[in-house]
């Protein structure tokens, strides 16, 4: 990107407050970004080749939707605890292996999305906040559900191919989880105990490709409570 469009992008979203620098091989931040107005509400740096964010980031108080994904990041800076109006953030496709606990000041948070990066351990700090409503973590390398995780206020929780084998039965707890995503790990059917699927209000769980085939799965005490579950929402959407 030339100084010439830079400049241009960044005129424009001084009018609009959305910047929008995706797709152009930056290594490093353009010094405008550092000293800009306080103006933006979104910003995109995706499909970059960002290795870290700069500590300025944290002055942009007003952003709403954050988009830092297909960089190589390998973490988040505390400094996004900063950014109290998120509703957003987009950190799929880097390299990520540490979400700082500054995460838990985001009151506003709704979306998070931290696929593909190489998390191991369960981001606790995201639970709890009131607002969360989708929590994508697949393709992580998470082994490990703590207990932590029946605070998480979302709807959908995406666990696809990490490589979990623990599953803390808190999740039950979850007062809105309706659909939780985890194929491809390495669950025994026993994971699934009887309060996870009689007591909670998870009705879409998608489970294939673990350690046990479908009628151990069908077999586990509960299964035909979660299966009304399941029926009674599809009803509805028919």
Known sequence: ??????????????????????????????????????????????ENRFVTLPNEIGRLTLLKHLNVSGNRLVELPPVLGDLVKLEVILAMNNLIVKIPRELANLKNLKQVNLSNNQLAEFPTMLCGLKHMDVLDLSRNKITNVPSEVGDLQVTELNLNQNQISSLSEEIAECPKLKTLRLEENCLQASAFTPRILKESKICNLLVDGNLFNSKQFND???YDVYMERFTAVRKKMF
Request: hydrophobic share 35%; charged share 20%; glycine share 6%.
């Open 1 to 46: 990107m030339g100084n010439k469009a830079v400049k241009q992008h960044f005129e424009t979203a001084q009018k609009t407050g959305v910047l929008k620098i995706s797709l152009q091989r930056l290594q490093d931040f353009p010094p405008q970004l550092k000293t800009f107005p306080n103006v933006l509400k979104t910003l995109d740096i995706s």
């Open 220 to 222: 586990l005490d509960g």
